[in-house]
């Protein structure tokens, strides 16, 4: 019998993604959450990889690099922030030249060569002599040569993990069609998905391996950090064939100069009240802006770069009526000028969220030293590592997690006469609030610690470090509602070619906000240290006042909230254009 011809309908995602080999992506053959559960489990190994180091660092540059606590802490928070500042560099290269799935796969890969450096290092040259590191045993001292490789490992694991993080999360979100009604909501739930999936990556670290850890099995530990990364990796490449991947849109930094450019030369012309006026481009079949992202809607503020897209009688030529090419330094779309406008509004707010960094930081570097001076050996004399104390932030996460999406936030539409669940804003507003709180708890702890020492001044007089779960679980709360909040804004608000840029900025949040907290701590070491008194925070905490440096961050905090409130009321959302049809189905012919 003779074959037949079959004709199969198979639909295109709508919002402009394509496959690995540039065509249009095929619904049913790419992205989904296939790609994205894939994306998910890499995010957890790689994030169980980096706070193997991570979580523990402080505690083994005390210990094994015989640094105090203020340098530890300040150490911790420098190279924690330089993580986050790497974010921009990965940002920078997916969007504009590498695209996110090149830019994961080359920073995931420095990742563990700087894990495997880290781990060489250490069992060669580090914990020595053998043993040492643990709560008791402080190592020998080190070369020149040897701290030398050990800071190259460590910065090179800041380099790989800071450049892929954010780009991960916005290549997971590429995996889903915005346009489509049913993938758009499992894009908004990637976000809490995402951050579920990074916190339950280090439940692992804060737990078994902060275990060996603490007891000094340095090696141990980094070397399972080092497995998990590859195995991260591996996974990453095994899903290449089934990722949906957007082309990156050029310089955003060049666009951005073209417009400050362009309205800085037209500086005395004035702008038209008929926005009909101002220069768009015209046509395309997807209705799309110069730089093949959405058009951005014309908004009223920042008046002055408006005119980098009037048109005057220099500009105005048969090429710009016809939409061919013109000099963008000196004629912009009103789109590209929007882009300008978009990161503008969204700075203030950005700004705003450093302080809480500041807050969330102090969970790996000053709570780990506070509960190192407190009791640590429960009833059955079982040890528990100061550092695995941020297990209740992970299950603080993953409850207010669930609690939000179905509990919360239906709650509150409900008590709305608009029936809408909070904004992101709204609820970065309430992270802050909560953060407050949770410095407030931790000076309360910190307090009662040092009123328990007894007259040696030997521990925590026996208060247990399970006072320190109320201080764990707010920060996993406030957690919730910034960063999850942050996520969704930033990405959500930045224009089509800067979404990288946008996760970046949530995550330089958290990398301002740790050069800050060390730029406090050593402000507060200076003015509080005298001949009779150490500090604030002494190598000895029992000498200090830990507790007033945590209320100092709640009124900070609570001041950063004020300002806050007021830039949130002052933002106006980006408004996109709608993409006309792109033609939603292809048909392939094969023989049955």
Request: aromatic share 12%.
């Amino acid at each position: 019998m003779e074959g037949k011809i079959v004709k199969s309908q198979e639909e295109y995602t709508l919002d402009g993604s394509v496959d690995r080999n540039g065509r249009p992506a095929i619904r049913s053959r790419t992205g989904s959450w296939g790609a994205g559960i894939l994306l998910l489990v890499n995010q957890g190994l790689a994030t169980l990889a980096f706070f193997g180091v991570g979580v523990n660092l402080v505690l083994y540059l005390t210990r094994v690099m015989g640094q105090d606590n203020a340098s530890a802490a300040n150490n911790v928070s420098k190279w924690t922030g330089t993580v986050y500042l790497f974010s921009l560099l990965g940002a920078f290269l997916s969007d504009s030249y590498w695209g996110r799935y090149k830019t994961c796969a080359i920073f995931q890969a420095i990742f563990v060569i700087g894990l495997v450096s880290l781990s060489l290092t250490s069992y060669l040259f580090l914990v020595k002599p053998s043993g040492c590191g643990d709560e008791g045993t402080q190592c020998g001292a080190h070369s020149a040569t040897h701290l030398s490789l050990f800071y190259v490992s460590i910065y090179l694991i800041a380099l790989g993990n800071g450049g892929y993080q954010p780009t991960i999360a916005t290549f997971g979100a590429d995996q889903f069609d915005e346009e489509h009604p049913k993938e758009s909501h499992s894009k908004v739930a990637f976000f809490s998905y995402f951050y579920l999936a990074l916190n339950l990556g280090s439940l692992f670290s804060n737990t078994v391996l902060g275990y060996y850890e603490d007891k000094g099995i340095w090696a141990v530990g980094f070397w399972s950090s080092a497995g998990s990364a590859t195995v991260a990796l591996i996974l990453f490449l095994l899903g290449t064939p089934i990722y949906r991947h957007v082309t990156p849109k050029g310089n955003p930094f060049s666009r951005f100069c073209q417009v400050v450019i362009a309205a800085s030369r037209k500086w005395k012309v004035e702008v038209p009240s008929n926005d009909d006026l101002l220069y768009e481009v015209k046509g395309g079949g997807d209705n799309l802006a110069d730089n093949g992202g959405r058009k951005i809607l014309h908004t009223h503020g920042f008046i002055f770069l408006d005119r980098a897209a009037v048109v005057t009688h220099k500009d105005h030529t048969v090429e710009v009526k016809t939409s061919a090419a013109h000099n963008p330094w000196r004629l912009c779309s009103v789109s590209q000028v929007e882009e300008v406008k978009c990161i503008l509004r969204l700075l203030p707010i950005w700004l705003c969220t450093i302080l809480y960094s500041v807050v969330f930081t102090q969970m790996t570097s000053l709570f780990v030293e506070q509960g190192a001076a407190m009791k640590t050996t429960t009833a059955g004399g079982f040890h528990i590592p100061p550092a695995s104390m941020s297990s209740f932030d992970i299950l603080s996460v993953a409850t207010f997690i669930f609690l939000s999406r179905r509990v919360i936030f239906p709650a509150v539409a409900r008590m709305r006469k608009s029936g809408l669940a909070p904004t992101e804003l709204e609820r970065m507003g309430a992270g802050l609030v909560i953060a407050a709180a949770a410095m407030i708890s931790a000076g309360v702890v910190e307090h009662f610690r040092l009123r328990s020492v007894d007259s040696s001044g030997d521990g925590g007089g026996g208060m247990s470090i399970f006072w320190q779960v109320p201080q764990y679980v707010l920060i996993g709360a406030s957690e919730v509602f910034m960063y999850v909040g942050q996520l969704e804004f930033f990405n959500g608000q930045a224009p089509d070619g800067l979404k990288s840029f946008g996760s970046a900025l949530s995550m330089t949040s958290i990398s301002l906000g740790n050069y800050v907290s060390s730029l406090i701590v050593t402000i507060v070491m200076k003015v509080s240290a005298s001949d009779e008194m150490p500090g604030w925070i002494p190598r000895n905490l029992n000498d200090g006042h830990l507790d007033r440096f945590y209320y100092l961050l709640a009124a900070l905090t609570a001041a950063d909230f004020g300002v806050y409130v007021l830039c949130a009321r002052w933002y106006k959302y980006t408004r996109f254009e709608e993409r006309s049809s792109r033609g939603k189905n292809t048909t392939n012919d094969f023989i049955v």
